[in-house]
Nanobody, 125 residues
C-alpha cells in the first residue's frame, strides 16, 4: 500500500506561481511512476504531468506545457509540480497519483494504483 500526501495548494493571484509537493510512503519511491491530475467542479479529472521512476522521462498535455513542470527527489520520496503563469481556469483540486510497475501510458489516469487526498488551488483574477 502506498500513502500519498499533497501539500502546497492555496490561493494565488493570476500570473503567480505555486509549487505542489506530494510525499509518498509505503513503497520504495524509486519503483513508482508518479502523476499529477486535477479536477474542477463538474469536470472530468484531467491529466497534468507524469514522470517515470528514474525521472528521465516526463509527459505533459499541451494545455499546460511550458507552464507546469514535474520533478521528483527519490531521496526525499517526493514529487513536485511547479506551476507558473497561473490563470483562473487552473482553479481545481490537484491530486498526485502513483503507479507500480511499468505502465505503457502514464498519462492515463486508469494506469494509477494510488491517489492522494487532493489539495485545493484557487487562482483569483
Amino acid at each position: 500500500q502506498v500513502q500519498l500526501v499533497e501539500s502546497g495548494g492555496g490561493l494565488v493571484q493570476a500570473g503567480g506561481s505555486l509549487r505542489l509537493s506530494c510525499a509518498a510512503s509505503g513503497r520504495t519511491f524509486s519503483t513508482l511512476a508518479m502523476g499529477w491530475f486535477r479536477q474542477a467542479p463538474g469536470k472530468e479529472r484531467e491529466f497534468l504531468a507524469a514522470i517515470r521512476r528514474s525521472g528521465g522521462d516526463t509527459y505533459y498535455p499541451d494545455s499546460v506545457k511550458a507552464r507546469f513542470f514535474v520533478s521528483r527527489d527519490n531521496a526525499k520520496n517526493t514529487v513536485y509540480l511547479q506551476m507558473n503563469s497561473l490563470i483562473p481556469e487552473d482553479t481545481a483540486v490537484y491530486y498526485c497519483a502513483a503507479s507500480e510497475g511499468y505502465r505503457q501510458d502514464i498519462r492515463d489516469r486508469y494506469e494509477y494504483d494510488y491517489w492522494g487526498q487532493g489539495t485545493q488551488v484557487t487562482v483569483s483574477s
